[in-house]
């Protein structure tokens, strides 16, 4: 048992660094974007004449900014419909600049403000309202910070990602407004707390990234109104023992991701109840006995009823306490 617990610290600093290394060292968007073949303009110097870009553009990155991004330095863009922007010096951003773009759908940031912590305001993310995608990103040496009425103003957002963020109580007071969305992200975000009716602000949601935060216990009936929910990522956090009655309503759940916390206990029956359509469940690097880990693995497919895809060992590359040390 010490010898897991041990390595599940270790697993944890490793999978930090890692993340923390390539996202302040990259200097383009291949992190977040590894999919996009959007076209990209790179180093600018932001001024507050607007930016200029090839009118048959819909999509585009712009890579390398910096400067003060101005409320008047995407208002020309009258086509992108999609825009990413990768920072490396941001210095300020003015009320309305985000969305200054009149056609703008999908918007994703990742930067680092050399001057002061960003506060992401409502006034930020003036005229954001036909917003369908958000990503605001940093990296956690420089976090964000939130103003509680900053989201309020988004209606149709249908995807959220906050990342570096210091939030550290997730309160349902920055999160008005949100009906329609349907996958939300916070990941590195400091939180420790979360409010108990959290999610009921979300009846659409189907994927729910909680990953890289500090809670150590769920609110009870945490997940009562989640009957959409289909995928849900826990990982590194820092749960302990749960009653597994905290997974009440996921009817739908099809992915289940729990590694890399504190639980030492498993309940193949509640999980069997609470999430009958389960097809996937990880959870390495939590300090459960090798004998005990195959065991409630076994026990949860017979209770399904049908074969699904259950990872409890040590991720490749590192020892496997079944074979190694047990």
């Given at each position: 048992?010490?010898?897991?617990?041990?390595?599940?610290?270790?697993?944890?600093?490793?999978?930090?660094?890692?993340?923390?290394?390539?996202?302040?060292?990259?200097?383009?968007?291949?992190?977040?974007?590894?999919?996009?073949?959007?076209?990209?303009?790179?180093?600018?110097?932001?001024?507050?004449?607007?930016?200029?870009?090839?009118?048959?553009?819909?999509?585009?990155?712009?890579?390398?900014?910096?400067?003060?991004?101005?409320?008047?330095?995407?208002?020309?863009?009258?086509?992108i419909t999609d825009l990413q922007i990768y920072t490396n010096g941001l210095e300020d951003?003015?009320?309305?600049?985000?969305?200054?773009?009149?056609?703008?759908?999908?918007?994703?940031?990742?930067?680092?403000?050399?001057?002061?912590?960003?506060?992401?305001?409502?006034?930020?993310l003036k005229n954001c309202d036909k917003l369908?995608?958000?990503?605001?990103?940093?990296?956690?040496?420089?976090?964000?910070?939130?103003?509680?009425?900053?989201?309020?103003?988004?209606?149709?957002?249908?995807?959220?990602?906050?990342?570096?963020?210091?939030?550290?109580?997730?309160?349902?007071?920055?999160?008005?407004?949100?009906?329609?969305?349907?996958?939300?992200?916070?990941?590195?975000?400091?939180?420790?707390?979360?409010?108990?009716?959290?999610?009921?602000?979300?009846?659409?949601?189907?994927?729910?990234?909680?990953?890289?935060?500090?809670?150590?216990?769920?609110?009870?009936?945490?997940?009562?109104?989640?009957?959409?929910?289909?995928?849900?990522?826990?990982?590194?956090?820092?749960?302990?023992?749960?009653?597994?009655?905290?997974?009440?309503?996921?009817?739908?759940?099809?992915?289940?991701?729990?590694?890399?916390?504190?639980?030492?206990?498993?309940?193949?029956?509640?999980?069997?109840?609470?999430?009958?359509?389960?097809?996937?469940?990880?959870?390495?690097?939590?300090?459960?006995?090798?004998?005990?880990?195959?065991?409630?693995?076994?026990?949860?497919?017979?209770?399904?009823?049908?074969?699904?895809?259950?990872?409890?060992?040590?991720?490749?590359?590192?020892?496997?306490?079944?074979?190694?040390?047990?």
């Open positions: 048992m010490q010898v897991i617990s041990v390595l599940v610290k270790l697993y944890k600093m490793f999978q930090k660094s890692t993340y923390l290394f390539l996202m302040i060292i990259n200097s383009g968007l291949s992190i977040l974007w590894d999919e996009s073949n959007f076209p990209k303009i790179s180093d600018i110097e932001l001024t507050k004449e607007p930016l200029q870009i090839n009118e048959t553009y819909t999509q585009v990155k712009l890579d390398n900014v910096n400067g003060t991004l101005y409320a008047t330095s995407l208002s020309k863009l009258s086509k951003v003015e009320d309305g600049a985000f969305c200054s773009s009149p056609s703008l759908k999908n918007f994703e940031i990742l930067f680092y403000t050399k001057e002061k912590p960003l506060t992401i305001t409502k006034n930020i369908e995608k958000l990503e605001i990103v940093t990296n956690t040496d420089n976090m964000l910070l939130l103003a509680q009425d900053a989201l309020e103003n988004l209606p149709k957002l249908k995807q959220l990602q906050l990342m570096g963020f210091n939030l550290t109580q997730l309160s349902t007071n920055y999160f008005q407004n949100l009906n329609l969305l349907e996958t939300l992200t916070i990941r590195s975000c400091n939180v420790e707390k979360i409010d108990p009716n959290f999610l009921d602000n979300f009846p659409n949601l189907k994927k729910f990234e909680f990953s890289w935060n500090h809670i150590t216990q769920l609110p009870p009936n945490f997940f009562k109104k989640s009957s959409k929910l289909e995928n849900l990522y826990l990982d590194r956090n820092n749960l302990t023992d749960l009653s597994w009655d905290e997974f009440d309503g996921l009817t739908s759940l099809k992915y289940l991701d729990i590694s890399a916390n504190q639980i030492s206990s498993f309940n193949a029956e509640k999980i069997a109840k609470y999430l009958p359509n389960l097809t996937g469940l990880y959870f390495t690097f939590n300090p459960l006995e090798c004998n005990k880990r195959e065991a409630f693995a076994n026990e949860l497919i017979k209770k399904l009823n049908r074969t699904i895809e259950i990872r409890h060992k040590f991720d490749p590359g590192f020892f496997d306490s079944c074979e190694v040390f047990e």
